[in-house]
RNA sequence: GCGAUCGUAGCUCAGUUGGUUAGAGCGCCGGUUUGUGGUACCGGAGGGCGGGGGUUCGAGACCCCUCGAUCGCCCCA
């Protein structure tokens, strides 16, 4: 029979398990624990939309839509398309739910999201995601609300050597008014930027700003500066976000060239990045951001929505992952080794088993392979305690070997252990 | 979309300038030793070298294509 080539798995998904499992879970874990503390509601949206939610919120025209989206006709010819991002998910759940009533909202959600793209170090076609918005409230307060949830996420997680790059990019005025100096200054000097930042002139000036380029680097110390274009209002909700923040306790830089792409982003701007030189730097590579987000009053106007503010930051989860360290898999509390093939001496094992687990001792059994192997076995997989269980002349002998600590944990576990003793193997 | 590096047993890898039946460690299975014990020893199963094509008397090693991985560029919602 000709052997069947097993598939592989889809390019730049990723199967997790073990340690690396493990540190994903406590990622999810603290968000969740972390989200409660601060009163943040869970939601739950479909991980495909049609396709214009997204395209719509994004921008048609973008590389982004035309490129990096997954997206696929269904069977009625639809064009769906796997979330990239929650934000615009959100705002359609928002909308078509009628969530307005619970205005304004604090949510959280995680789960995966999809793009196409070439996938490198900490970047996959599916990863995932934890995500907190808050929308309908345009005060400041919001912003630090949940720059404070983010801040304690991120310390709870044990991860240092972070800190939290602060920019505003001002209301719809001051923006424009800022964008339109920079293309004039950087315009003056086109010849001399790098290729790719002569094509962003046109496309996405502010993407200048940070470039990696050393070219274009130097005229960005000189660029216009945002602060020089922000209206009274402006001024103020950002003063009011710092105050607001200093009094949190939260730190934070301000990062004047730090700039959210698309053009419904508004006020606040921020992303956690780690420091020069640290750990963290090095074990993210290129990809550098951690946890980034803004305040996006336009967007679910973009959805045929009222106009509603909005603000909200997104992080991923393998990223903040590699970061936490090791989350080893914990050893049993108690290995019931059943070091006989007679029947009864299984049963009084996998009697004790069932025992332990109901009031809450985590245990497994060993009962296959070399008998006189299984012993071994228990001892190396590092358990805290370890019950043997052979057949000595007919009768059931056991021995309970573990540290003080370990064994005071099974004295629910003794009358059950006692009971499984009167009963007599057969032979 | 572009570039660099890489792809050999379940895992980590070694395989000389292409040459007889492809190796090690770990893990797994079995046995011996020990006998209240994470030891040591012996043995076993398991791959035909990501896939396809080519060069050659002969390729895991060279060439081409393809798939995938890794890292970087572009992009980064």
């Keep these: 029979m000709a052997k069947t080539k097993t598939p592989q798995a889809i390019r730049g998904t990723q199967d997790i398990f073990g340690a690396e499992a493990e540190s994903f879970a406590f990622v999810v874990e603290t968000f969740e624990r972390v989200r409660k503390l601060y009163r943040f509601r869970r939601a739950e949206m479909p991980v495909f939309e049609k396709t214009e939610v997204f395209a719509r919120s994004i921008g048609e025209t973008t590389d982004i839509v035309s490129k990096e989206m ?69 005060e400041p307060q919001a912003d630090v609300e949940l720059l404070a949830m983010a801040d304690q996420v991120i310390r709870e997680l044990g991860i240092e050597g972070v ?42 000036p502010l993407r200048i700003l940070d470039s990696k380029d050393r070219r274009d680097q130097r005229f960005v110390a000189d660029a216009p500066k945002i ?61 550098s951001t951690i946890l980034g987000g803004g305040r996006y009053d336009g967007l679910i106007e973009s959805l045929g929505g009222p106009s509603t503010p909005a603000v909200g930051w997104a992080a991923g989860i393998e990223r903040l992952a590699m970061l936490v360290g090791e989350k080893g898999e914990e050893p049993a509390s108690l290995m019931v080794v059943v070091e006989s093939d007679a029947a009864a001496v299984r049963e009084a094992g996998q009697k004790v088993l069932n025992t332990a687990r109901r009031v809450g001792i985590d245990s497994e059994m060993i009962a296959t392979g070399s008998p006189r192997k299984r012993y071994d076995k228990a001892v190396k997989s590092g358990a805290a305690a370890i019950l043997s ?32 003793m009167s009963a007599s193997p057969q032979t």
């Design 389 to 420: 269980l052979s057949d000595e002349d007919g009768r059931i002998a056991h021995r309970l070997k573990g540290d003080d600590e370990a064994l005071a944990r099974l004295d629910p576990l003794f009358n059950a252990i006692a009971e499984s």
């Design 227 to 287: 602060d020089d274009f922000l209206t009274d209002e402006a001024r103020s909700f950002f003063d009011a976000v710092t105050s607001g923040l200093d009094a949190a306790g939260v730190k934070w830089v301000r990062a004047e060239s730090l700039v959210r792409g698309l053009d419904y982003y508004r006020h606040t701007a921020f992303e956690f990045i780690p420091d020069e030189g640290s750990a963290a730097a090095d074990a993210l590579g290129s990809q």
């Design 70 to 138: 997954y997206s696929f006709e269904d069977r009625g010819g639809e064009s769906l398309t796997l979330r990239p991002e929650f934000t615009a998910g959100i705002a359609r759940a928002y909308l078509t739910n009628g969530w307005q009533q619970h205005a304004p909202v604090k949510l959280a959600t995680h789960g995966p999201l999809f793009r196409y793209e070439r996938p490198q170090k900490g970047r996959y076609r599916q990863f995932h995601q934890i995500d907190a918005e808050i929308i309908g409230a345009a």
């Design 163 to 204: 800190t939290l790059h602060l920019n505003t990019l001002g209301d719809g005025d001051s923006r424009e008014a800022w964008r339109a100096a920079l293309v004039e200054h950087f315009r003056s000097v086109k010849d001399e930027l790098s290729e790719e930042s002569q094509e962003r002139l046109e496309k996405n």
